[in-house]
């Protein structure tokens, strides 16, 4: 395995997170991705703007991080760029003082949330044409969202629409680290963590955290491959509503429900990944009620759920972890393990002992582990349960949690 930073693992330790798709896109309904239609930066003007209501829902969510989309693959810079006359500074919004990348990332200090910023780096809309002159104008953006807005921990690049474009990475990877050092780059590159492969949300089982290619967008199922493995701990992206990133009139109904959206938390945050969970904004700047109200019953579900463990007494022997609590019903069991350079559990099983007297019954078998390991099983009323892994690994948490009916 390759080194491992400490702030790849306080990413792991962040968890759930929101994202917000909003800009020039959200006041032009039923625009697509590459279909060259013309948005007038005239039309952008939410007179309503309120970033403290997007983070302090986000937060009372259970997020921990967030990230803002500063230009999606249409070009319009969400802050007054100095390169591009297609941005806030020249909408009606605010008289063109306005900077919705400020009001993002000093919400998100005021929450307590870690701040992420989102760029695609496609060159669609660039009146750059030339390659050398394209990275200029990238590294030129970059430099502004680097160092106008404080510390940023997470720049997210996003690989659709770059497919075939050739970029100078060294001198782009350069530029960037030498503005923010400790940021985490998402994906592409010389990246810290990587796309889960999928826009639905969930994590395959295994999900290791050494990977040796990467995949890069929606458009192409070719993989990055990467000279040798690398420690990238997974994050797993997906909508609240079906239909668009950015918001809509026409597809409030699709909205996930409150068992979907528990059901991501088990498929991402449940096998080792992190779950970023978009919500669009609306054309006022506000989030749609109807979004936001799901998202706040998603968060207090899961504080009810996960947020009460049993205590257990643990006792580690090679590969076999007992496990001993007063006798009574459970349903779930909670792994974390130790993330060392070295190795990493790829697969273990639960046992749990239904009688005093007689063997063991296996409730449940899983891959991986990583940073944590949600293992649901049929309620059982037990005292004790014995991990069996493929090798002596240590875990550093267990968690019994009794069955909600």
């Given at each position: 395995?390759?080194?491992?930073?400490p702030?790849?693992?306080d990413?792991?330790r962040?968890?759930?997170?929101?994202?917000?798709?909003?800009?020039?896109?959200?006041?032009?309904?039923?625009?697509?991705?590459?279909?060259?239609?013309?948005?007038?930066?005239?039309?952008?003007?939410p007179?309503?703007?309120?970033?403290?209501e997007?983070?302090?829902?986000a937060?009372?969510?259970g997020?921990?991080?967030?990230?803002?989309?500063c230009k999606?693959?249409d070009?319009f810079?969400?802050?007054?760029?100095a390169?591009?006359?297609?941005?806030?500074?020249?909408t009606p919004?605010?008289?063109?003082?306005g900077?919705v990348?400020?009001?993002f990332t000093?919400?998100c200090r005021r929450?307590g949330?870690?701040i992420g910023l989102y760029?695609?780096?496609a060159?669609f809309?660039?009146?750059q044409t030339?390659?050398?002159n394209?990275?200029?104008?990238?590294?030129?953006?970059i430099t502004?969202?680097?160092?106008?807005y404080?510390t940023?921990?997470?720049l997210?690049?996003?690989?659709?629409?770059?497919?075939g474009?050739?970029y100078d990475?060294?001198r782009?990877v350069?530029a960037?680290?030498?503005?923010q050092?400790r940021?985490?780059?998402f994906?592409m590159?010389?990246?810290?963590t990587?796309?889960v492969?999928?826009e639905?949300?969930v994590?395959p089982?295994p999900n290791?955290?050494?990977?040796s290619?990467?995949d890069?967008s929606?458009?192409?199922?070719?993989?990055?491959?990467?000279?040798?493995?690398?420690?990238?701990?997974a994050e797993?992206?997906?909508?609240m509503r079906?239909t668009?990133?950015f918001?809509?009139?026409?597809?409030?109904?699709?909205?996930?429900?409150?068992d979907?959206?528990?059901g991501?938390y088990y498929?991402a945050?449940?096998?080792g990944?992190?779950?970023?969970?978009?919500?669009?904004?609306?054309?006022?700047?506000?989030?749609p009620?109807?979004?936001r109200?799901a998202?706040l019953?998603?968060g207090?579900c899961?504080?009810?759920?996960?947020s009460?463990?049993?205590?257990?007494a643990?006792l580690q022997d090679g590969t076999?972890?007992t496990?001993t609590?007063d006798?009574?019903?459970?349903?779930h069991?909670v792994?974390s393990?130790?993330?060392?350079?070295?190795s990493?559990?790829a697969?273990f099983?639960?046992?749990?002992y239904?009688?005093p007297?007689g063997a063991p019954?296996?409730?449940?078998?899983?891959t991986?582990?990583?940073h944590k390991?949600i293992?649901?099983f049929?309620a059982?009323?037990?005292?004790?349960?014995?991990?069996?892994?493929?090798?002596?690994k240590?875990v550093?948490?267990?968690a019994?949690y009794?069955?909600?009916?």
């Amino acid at each position: 395995m390759a080194n491992i930073k400490p702030e790849q693992l306080d990413f792991l330790r962040w968890e759930f997170g929101g994202f917000f798709h909003f800009g020039i896109r959200t006041f032009y309904e039923g625009h697509a991705d590459w279909d060259g239609v013309p948005m007038s930066p005239d039309a952008f003007d939410p007179k309503e703007l309120d970033c403290d209501e997007w983070l302090q829902t986000a937060r009372d969510a259970g997020a921990r991080y967030a990230v803002l989309v500063c230009k999606h693959h249409d070009g319009f810079a969400n802050w007054p760029s100095a390169y591009t006359d297609y941005s806030v500074q020249h909408t009606p919004w605010r008289g063109g003082k306005g900077d919705v990348v400020r009001e993002f990332t000093d919400a998100c200090r005021r929450y307590g949330l870690k701040i992420g910023l989102y760029y695609s780096p496609a060159q669609f809309g660039s009146a750059q044409t030339d390659a050398r002159n394209y990275d200029d104008y990238f590294i030129a953006q970059i430099t502004e969202l680097l160092t106008q807005y404080g510390t940023i921990d997470y720049l997210w690049f996003d690989g659709c629409g770059s497919e075939g474009h050739s970029y100078d990475t060294q001198r782009i990877v350069r530029a960037i680290r030498a503005l923010q050092p400790r940021i985490l780059l998402f994906n592409m590159w010389d990246p810290d963590t990587r796309w889960v492969g999928n826009e639905a949300g969930v994590a395959p089982s295994p999900n290791p955290l050494t990977v040796s290619a990467l995949d890069v967008s929606v458009r192409t199922e070719q993989k990055d491959e990467m000279e040798t493995a690398r420690f990238l701990p997974a994050e797993c992206d997906c909508r609240m509503r079906d239909t668009s990133w950015f918001f809509s009139e026409n597809d409030a109904d699709t909205v996930k429900t409150l068992d979907e959206l528990m059901g991501l938390y088990y498929y991402a945050v449940g096998r080792g990944a992190n779950l970023l969970l978009n919500v669009s904004p609306d054309r006022r700047g506000r989030l749609p009620e109807r979004d936001r109200k799901a998202l706040l019953d998603f968060g207090a579900c899961v504080k009810r759920c996960f947020s009460s463990p049993l205590p257990c007494a643990q006792l580690q022997d090679g590969t076999v972890l007992t496990l001993t609590l007063d006798t009574q019903l459970v349903n779930h069991l909670v792994l974390s393990e130790t993330i060392t350079p070295d190795s990493e559990i790829a697969a273990f099983e639960i046992r749990a002992y239904p009688h005093p007297y007689g063997a063991p019954i296996t409730v449940f078998r899983g891959t991986t582990v990583g940073h944590k390991a949600i293992c649901p099983f049929p309620a059982i009323r037990t005292g004790k349960l014995e991990l069996l892994f493929d090798k002596p690994k240590p875990v550093a948490a267990a968690a019994f949690y009794v069955p909600r009916f």
